[in-house]
């Protein structure tokens, strides 16, 4: 079949074939740019004009870009115009080929180049839409002669071809470089692979992931990046191509792949695998997601649920002790050490009897130290059983022991860069001593049921109502472990020592109460602040809340019957058997009258109670104490119920 260019050039004259001949040699060995050039030179040399030019047409700019433009003897370089009101209007907007043999300058006044006579030809792609045009001007009349019209037209075909392959070649280009790029940003690993299992390509992914730069990863067989039990699981999905239609060649991998990472790090990984072909030759696509990063976050996420579960409790405890009442001068002496010590990050050690507020204390560090912004979590140690200390404190891996049906972080972690306050710290195992010391020495410590190692940044404020002294004499307590929390000793005064206090504090907790309760209370008077003063106090300041508030449930006509709260002097119910009750004498009281007075108080506790520990009757809630505190202090003093 004769194509339409070769038909014209058939149809031409002689004469008509040596300049056909022309400027065929001189584009036949050049394309693009160089053609363009060849081409409007060759052309106007062809046909004796002023000037030629080839442009392609910008649509949505209504723009001409001149690819090549040869003018009076030399190109002109980037140049680029306006459609409207030019000669090339007529071509481009109507489509057809324009012939302008003179009068140009009456026409269109300002033109081209003062052009007189003009010739333009419109480009098409192979869907009819106009891609450019080819034109020549001249200064001169150019007669409308057949030949010379033949010529122009077969030019503007050769020209409207070499523009098509232009345009596809630089669309082939953009496509190819936007799946590079494509490929390229996948935050996924993908994986090009032959059909012996060798890489032939690996985005910056897959080098991330795999720790390697892609020219020392492709070429080698995938199996050197998987495990052994992972190989045979990638064979086997190649396998199943053979099996499934060619309308599903893709697979999901069950259960994903452990990627190993050229040093050995193994990478649990989930992903696809799918197929295709090109050149009669086999290829695999393998997309990966490193799941280890998903799995930091799940865990990230349970962590700070934790956390944030720790801290609604952490709020429910401080709700109504966001204040510490009182002026007596032995408070002040404590307030003045909190504002010393809590600018640092030392270890604190808060001692002190029974409800006397030692966390209330070791919030007041926290709060105005540098860490306020982090967590305060709390730990007793009194209240969680040996067996499961370390894994509260420490966490623990999942299956690390039975019922570890995941893994968990410890308060430590959940106390990194923050402070952990160690409540009840005389009631902690020797064996989990041991591995305290070494978080406060270093920083770091091992899950349960793990091998590495876990660094923290976290202050510890420790606090006790023992006498660690005597709990080292007998053993129970390291020595090492108390010098290395007693950095910064603070001596809690019990209430009984802190005088106007305590009508205070008793104010304070009847306008706390009365405000939750709806009623309206009478202020103290100075009958009931003597009445409260005299009473020896063994739970301090708990112990004094728990009255008042049971004297707030029980208060007739706005008035607080306080003697009847507690045994006090002229009461019945005080008698010389009871001497925890008997008002503070006149001399200074040695540790083993404290420990007696102690002693006698939680035996009378217990009486009162029908020896019952715990509950809202229980000795523990009569004397305003924990169970589990209440516990360890009768184990301590050796108290047993009669007949066991």
């Not at 052309?43 to 004009?49: E, I, Q, S």
């Not at 793990?450 to 129970?476: F, K, Y």
Request: hydrophobic share 40%.
């Amino acid at each position: 079949m004769i194509s339409s260019v070769d038909k014209k050039i058939r149809d031409c004259g002689t004469g008509d074939d040596i300049i056909i001949r022309r400027i065929v040699e001189g584009t036949s060995d050049v394309t693009g740019e160089q053609f363009f050039k060849a081409l409007v030179e060759n052309l106007a040399g062809a046909l004796g004009t002023y000037g030629a030019w080839v442009t392609e047409y910008m649509e949505d700019k209504q723009k001409l870009l001149a690819l090549a433009l040869w003018m009076n003897g030399e190109f002109i370089d980037d140049y680029e115009f306006n459609v409207e009101g030019t000669l090339c209007e007529e071509a481009i907007v109507q489509r057809r080929f324009v012939h302008y043999p003179d009068r140009c300058l009456e026409l269109f006044p300002g033109n081209l180049f003062g052009a007189v006579s003009y010739m333009g030809m419109p480009l098409f792609d192979l869907n009819g839409k106009v891609l450019g045009h080819l034109a020549v001007m001249d200064k001169r009349p150019m007669p409308d002669k057949p030949d010379s019209l033949n010529i122009f037209q077969i030019f503007s075909a050769r020209a409207a071809a070499e523009l098509r392959r232009v345009r596809a070649e630089k669309e082939t280009l953009e496509s190819r470089e936007k799946l590079t790029r494509l490929i390229g940003s996948a935050m996924d690993v993908i994986i090009e692979i032959d059909r012996d299992l060798n890489i032939t390509r690996i985005n910056p992914s897959g080098e991330k992931l795999f720790k390697s730069d892609a020219n020392q990863i492709v070429g080698k067989n995938l199996m050197h990046f998987l495990t052994k039990k992972d190989v045979e699981k990638f064979k086997n999905l190649i396998k199943t191509f053979q099996l499934l239609p060619e309308s599903q060649q893709y697979l999901w991998v069950p259960g994903g792949l452990q990627a190993k990472a050229v040093d050995g790090e193994l990478f649990p990984t989930e992903g696809t695998l799918s197929t295709f072909e090109m050149r009669q030759e086999i290829y695999y696509t393998l997309i990966l997601r490193d799941e280890k990063e998903r799995i930091e976050a799940e865990q990230k996420i349970q962590s700070l649920s934790i956390e944030a579960e720790y801290l609604k409790e952490e709020i429910r405890k401080l709700h109504g002790f966001d204040q510490i009442v009182g002026e007596s001068q032995p408070l002040l002496q404590v307030l003045k050490k909190v504002q010393q010590v809590s600018v640092t990050d030392a270890s604190v050690l808060i001692q002190g009897e029974t409800g006397t507020g030692k966390e209330l204390i070791a919030r007041a560090i926290h709060a105005s130290s540098r860490r306020s912004h982090r967590p305060f979590i709390t730990v007793n140690c009194a209240a969680i059983p040996a067996s499961l200390i370390e894994s509260e404190l420490f966490g623990h891996e999942k299956g690390a022991f039975t019922g570890a049906t995941a893994r968990r972080q410890g308060r430590f972690n959940l106390a990194d860069k923050g402070t952990i306050f160690l409540d009840e710290i005389g009631d902690l195992p020797v064996n989990m001593q041991v591995k305290l010391l070494r978080v406060l020495q270093e920083g770091e410590f091992e899950p349960v049921g793990s091998s590495q190692t876990t660094n923290v940044d976290t202050r510890i404020i420790a606090a006790t109502n023992r006498n660690l002294a005597n709990e080292m004499e007998g053993g129970n307590f390291r020595e090492d472990l108390y010098f290395r929390l007693n950095v910064f000793p603070i001596e809690l005064p019990p209430l009984r020592e802190r005088g106007d206090d305590i009508g205070k504090l008793a104010a304070f907790f009847i306008k706390k109460f009365s405000q939750r309760m709806g009623r309206t209370i009478q202020p103290l008077s100075q009958k009931d602040i003597e009445c409260l003063k005299s009473y020896h106090w063994p739970g301090n300041v708990r112990e004094l809340q728990n009255v008042i508030e049971r004297a707030v449930i029980t208060s007739q006509n706005h008035r607080l019957d306080l003697e009847s709260m507690f045994p006090m002097p002229g009461n019945k119910a005080f008698t010389e058997k009871n001497p925890p009750f008997v008002k503070t004498p006149p001399r200074l009281l040695t540790v083993e009258d404290i420990h007696q007075l102690e002693r006698d108080n939680l035996i009378f506790a217990l009486k009162t109670t029908g020896w019952r520990v715990s509950g809202n009757k229980g000795a523990a809630s009569l004397l305003g104490m924990n169970p589990s505190t209440f516990a360890s202090r009768m184990k301590k003093f050796g108290i047993r119920r009669p007949g066991e």
